[in-house]
Structure formats: structure tokens, C-alpha cells
């Protein structure tokens, strides 16, 4: 299993963050709802996802989450569906009630590969200032997550 993953890259006087996780192949789950690995990145404006089946992805609905201050509850919930997603926010604190919509778009999806993007701001967060957040993914039926543990952190530092 790959480690937590922080790297900086300058495109074009661009900072581009990075965060990543692979994940083991359960035998008890499908390979095409088994999570493999995951790409995270922000430019400042969107957050840009890649998630990676073991093997064609079965168009089956998958959860992303986004805990801000970090205490085990996610704020955020990007609900992922075949080929269209929404992200939303708790109208009450600690509710995991995800009722308030702040974007929605259309996945890329091709053979294992699902691929979103949205803007910061869908979670409440300014690019233009310096801001951690920790996420993972959770996929209900057979309760495949990666990471299998904890959570990966996606940050701005400047």
C-alpha cells in the first residue's frame, strides 16, 4: 500500500497538490466496485479525482467524503453514480444528513476508470487561502473503503 502522498508540482506559476492511495484487491468484493487506487488534486480553483477499479467500473454508486476539522465526520459528501455525481454539505453540523447541494456534474467514465472534477468553493473552501481537509471513499454494498482506514489529507500550504 502506497503511504500518504503530498507533492507539489509549478505549471505556469500553477501549484498543483496531490494526495493518493492505492487499495488491495478484497476477494470479497467485485472488481468492478473494488477500489484500486485514487488520484486527488487541486490547482486552487477545482479538485480533480481519478478513481481506479480492479477492473471495468460496474456503474455501481459510490461515496466520497470531506472532514474539515478533521474529527472523524465528514462535512461534505460527493455522492458518485454512473455517470453523473453532486456534492453536498450538512445543513446541520454532525447530522451526516447531506442535504444541501452545492454542485453537480457529469464522471468520466471509461473501462476502470472514474473521473470527476468541481470547483473548491462546492466545499466551502477558498483556494487563495491555506486549508487541510481530509478525505476517503466508501463504496455501501460490500463496504469496500479506501483507504481501508483513517483518511487521506488534501491541503493547501502558502
Same mark, same amino acid.
Not at 476502470?112 to 468541481?118: D, L, P
Not at 455501501?140 to 487521506?152: E, F, I, L, T
Given at each position: 500500500?502506497? @503511504?500518504k502522498m503530498l507533492s507539489i508540482f509549478a505549471v505556469v506559476g500553477i501549484a498543483f497538490l496531490l494526495a493518493g492511495c492505492d487499495?488491495?484487491?478484497?476477494?470479497?468484493?467485485?472488481?468492478?466496485?473494488? /477500489? @484500486?487506487?485514487?488520484?486527488?488534486?487541486?490547482?486552487?480553483?477545482?479538485?480533480?479525482?481519478?478513481?481506479? /477499479?480492479?477492473?471495468?467500473?460496474?456503474?455501481?454508486?459510490? /461515496?466520497y467524503y470531506f472532514d474539515h476539522d478533521n474529527n472523524g465526520d465528514a462535512e461534505f459528501l460527493v455522492r458518485c453514480g454512473a455517470s453523473s455525481f453532486t456534492v453536498a454539505k450538512e445543513s446541520n453540523p454532525n447530522s451526516g444528513l447531506y442535504d444541501v447541494l452545492t454542485h453537480s456534474g457529469t464522471a468520466i467514465v471509461s473501462g476502470?476508470?472514474?473521473?470527476?472534477?468541481?470547483p473548491l468553493s462546492a466545499l466551502d473552501i477558498d483556494g487563495a487561502e491555506e486549508f487541510s481537509t481530509h478525505y476517503w471513499f466508501f463504496?455501501?454494498?460490500?463496504?469496500?473503503?479506501?483507504?481501508?482506514?483513517?483518511?487521506?489529507?488534501l491541503a493547501n500550504i502558502l
Open positions: 500500500m502506497r @503511504k487499495d488491495p484487491n478484497e476477494s470479497g468484493v467485485p472488481d468492478g466496485i473494488d /477500489f @484500486k487506487s485514487s488520484t486527488v488534486t487541486h490547482d486552487r480553483v477545482n479538485v480533480t479525482t481519478e478513481v481506479i /477499479f480492479y477492473s471495468n467500473y460496474a456503474s455501481m454508486e459510490f /461515496f476502470n476508470t472514474y473521473h470527476i472534477e468541481f463504496e455501501s454494498s460490500k463496504g469496500d473503503r479506501m483507504p481501508n482506514s483513517g483518511s487521506k489529507s
